[in-house]
């Protein structure tokens, strides 16, 4: 059984406050299955008992999993004083207590961001040991030769700080401004993809990120907007690819974005 109590149920779905929950269940605007529930201590299975309010029912979820389009100028942090963040991005109505962005974009970095209140779920996406790929595409200031792509496949040793993981680097469009690289990465340092291209003399210009796992980002989204993930999505997420970073395969994901 999965069971806690009703104020706290109904607040836990981020609509209301624990305040409000009761002041609605003391008026009587609450029911468990069917039925008016004036004690906000009263206990409510998750995993059997229908929670309604004003007799709209609860989908009740003990973890919400967004799926958010990150434009550029937005920080990946739950608040931030002076500048708009990935949580402030989220409707009312999605958002949730401890809503966190499941790994940084930086400020200038568009694209996926996996928003939650789940830790154990970020971390399994996260650490470089459990070898979820996350996807780019990378826009940079001149052309990206075979010797960065035999690069990035070996490792980048990076300003002699540390060497990356083996990573995949394919070239997708070449411009008079400089090529589209896609990046295949397992792993996310700071700055990473910026730094190791750096490493050869050039510049990222614009960077986009287009999967993390095998889910792609729903190109419905546009910049600023955020929906629910599937039960399909969601295992999605955490699925590996089981590919060799050492044979530089063309990546899964074939789609052109544009930069």
């Not at 958002?95 to 939650?116: C, E, Q």
């Amino acid at each position: 059984m999965n069971k806690q109590r009703l104020d706290k149920t109904i607040c836990s779905q981020g609509m209301l406050s624990r305040k409000e929950a009761k002041e609605l269940i003391r008026r009587g605007q609450v029911t468990v299955n069917g039925r008016v529930e004036k004690q906000a201590d009263a206990a409510v299975d998750w995993d059997q008992d229908i929670v309604a309010l004003s007799g709209a029912p609860l989908s009740l979820q003990q973890h919400v999993y967004l799926m958010l389009n990150k434009p550029a100028g937005v920080v990946s942090a739950t608040e931030d004083a002076a500048q708009t963040t990935v949580v402030d991005l989220v409707p009312p109505q999605l958002r949730r207590k401890g809503l966190f962005p499941a790994g940084r974009l930086d400020k200038d970095t568009t694209g996926l961001v996996i928003l939650t209140d789940d830790g154990e779920f970020a971390h399994n996406i996260l650490s470089p040991k459990k070898h979820v790929q996350k996807e780019y595409l990378a826009q940079v200031d001149g052309k990206i030769t075979l010797e960065i792509i035999e690069a990035f496949r070996a490792g980048v040793n990076v300003n002699n700080e540390y060497t990356t993981l083996p990573s995949r680097l394919t070239v997708e469009q070449s411009l008079p401004q400089g090529d589209i690289g896609r990046v295949v990465l397992r792993e996310g340092m700071y700055h990473q993809i910026k730094r190791m291209f750096r490493s050869f003399g050039l510049t990222v210009t614009q960077l986009h990120r287009v999967s993390i796992g095998n889910l792609l980002l729903d190109e419905a989204l546009l910049p600023g907007q955020c929906r629910p993930l599937t039960p399909q999505e969601l295992e999605m997420v955490q699925q590996r690819e089981e590919i060799s970073f050492s044979q530089g395969a063309i990546s899964p994901c074939e789609r052109h974005f544009t930069l």
